[in-house]
């Protein structure tokens, strides 16, 4: 029996309520798939802050060292906004994860799953199949250059990139592609930022490696233009830090809801990882029971791909969430005429339901 263990970080706001139904579900595939991981739980962000006194406190440090993955939901919320930068939950816990645990590949599906099209506020025809992958560098660029500060009326952020950072990338992007319609577009501003100067040469030469996929460029403003105008044309689209993080959250709603968008932060060198969706923590509707877990449940799809290399388990996750949506069963976020709304419990149970038929 195939055996592991993972740090469950729930976190703030919705973090609990879809990580109860994200651990359903594991629960039932490793029965179905006969495999067990040992699931820690521990406290991350703001929740950590007011019991601990710190966002990512020792012990939760401890729990993931010894861990072979971390399943993670979400932190922050208004309550600790004003807090020191170094103790908000973003900035103390999450940041920190990433860097610890040097998790730089960070991966993103955007897939609209039939039956979802009319969820999408564009027309269905230019969404209708619609699979690709956002590659976004994680531990580099501009939210971790130094240096960086704010005074009373001015502020500092620096953005910089290395050839070896920009490489490494390159190269887990090219290699995804290989893999899907070997088709790769790289994001940038290289006509004003020097950082993206770097980048597009930088990858122009690792897509010499690669001579089987085709390798376009764009600017960063077009390349936002083109996901709402053609966002079929995309197959692997490839990113710094910061412009991966918002064209991911722009791709999202060509699902419908940032409630469908899984995301895998991964050290492609040891394949520790971190899974996690992609919303936040939705602090305004925590606790009423109406959050979407799918995201949440398809990270943990991720995670048995990934970290523990068990595609069968994953692949059936992914099929019971498809299945579930073909049955016209919807949280509020992506209901829609004719369909089943359910809570965020009761979808959880609607996977578990798929996978044990």
Wanted: charged share 25%; hydrophobic share 40%.
């Amino acid at each position: 029996m195939k055996t592991g263990k993972i740090a469950v970080l729930a976190g703030d706001g919705i973090g609990p309520e879809v990580m109860a139904e994200g651990l359903k579900v594991l629960t039932t595939v490793e029965e179905r798939f006969n495999f067990n991981l040992l699931k820690q739980s521990a406290l991350i962000g703001g929740a950590a802050y007011d019991k601990k006194g710190h966002p990512f406190p020792d012990e939760t440090k401890e729990i993931c060292d010894n861990s072979d993955a971390i399943l993670f939901s979400s932190v922050g919320g208004p309550k600790w906004s004003n807090l020191p930068p170094e103790l908000t939950p973003e900035r103390g816990a999450l940041l920190p994860l990433r860097k610890r645990y040097n998790l730089f590949v960070n991966l993103r599906p955007i897939v609209v799953y039939p039956g979802l099209e009319q969820a999408s506020s564009l027309k269905q025809e230019l969404i209708k199949d619609l699979n690709l992958l956002v590659v976004r560098e994680l531990t580099g660029g501009i939210y971790f250059s130094d240096p960086k500060w704010k005074k009373k009326n001015e502020a500092i952020d620096t953005m910089a990139y290395s050839r070896t950072e920009i490489e490494r990338i390159a190269h887990f992007a090219f290699q995804a592609a290989k893999e899907r319609r070997k088709i790769l577009t790289s994001i940038d501003k290289a006509n004003v930022l020097m950082c993206s100067k770097l980048w597009r040469e930088v990858v122009t030469e690792v897509a010499q490696e690669y001579p089987d996929v085709e390798c376009n460029h764009l600017y960063v403003d077009n390349a936002a233009m083109q996901l709402i105008r053609k966002p079929k044309q995309f197959d692997v689209i490839l990113c710094g830090n910061m412009f991966g993080d918002i064209l991911s959250d722009e791709a999202s709603q060509l699902t419908g809801s940032l409630g469908m968008l899984p995301s895998a932060s991964i050290n492609a060198e040891t394949s520790f990882g971190m899974y996690e969706p992609a919303g936040g923590s939705a602090p305004d509707i925590a606790g009423k029971g109406i959050a979407n877990p799918l995201a949440q449940i398809l990270s943990c799809a991720l995670m048995l791909r990934y970290t523990f290399k068990l595609e069968k388990a994953a692949t059936a996750i992914e099929q019971a969430v498809q299945q579930v949506i073909a049955d016209n069963i919807r949280t509020i976020d992506i209901i829609s005429d004719g369909c089943r709304q359910v809570s965020t419990s009761e979808m959880g149970d609607e996977i578990v339901k798929i996978l044990v038929r």
